[in-house]
């Protein structure tokens, strides 16, 4: 089972993607309810967007992770189908605290999504277990 997330976040994104599908542009209003919802991390995440800073990792087997190169020069893994971040504030601000949604790695990752600026990065099944293996090993 997929995770879902919240109604309106959904819903922003569908929208920003059918405007940038439609004028090449996400208009300011949906850049300002993302900063309503998401506070200063909208502001990180599109900068991590504008830097091209995600990649996403596929595999022939069809799974996929993304990688972020954040702000500080960590590189941090993201799973998109169950809204999942290595990163140290996802784990406090997200899953700890519930003090919100997303942490800005994986909102970069959706709005990479929607603005379709992901890097692609094909690899072997054993490498992208290699690369999800080690991320976990630098979190113990």
Known sequence: MAAVLPAVVEELLSEMAAAVQ???????????SLKFLFGSS??????????????LISSPS????Y????????TYTCLASCHYCSCPAFA???????????????LAVYLSQ??????QLS?????LTDILLMEKKQEA
Do not use: W
Not at 67 to 74: A, E, I, N, R, T
């Open 22 to 32: 439609e004028n090449a542009r996400i208009p300011d209003e949906y850049l300002l």
């Open 42 to 55: 909208a502001t990180q995440a599109l900068d991590l967007v504008d830097r091209q800073s995600i990649t």
């Open 62 to 65: 069809g799974r996929h992770a």
């Open 67 to 74: 990688q972020v190169l954040g702000s500080s020069g960590k």
């Open 92 to 106: 406090f601000s997200v899953l700890r605290k519930s003090d919100s949604i997303l942490c800005k790695h994986l």
């Open 114 to 119: 929607v603005m379709r600026t992901c890097q």
């Open 123 to 127: 690899v072997s099944d054993k490498q």
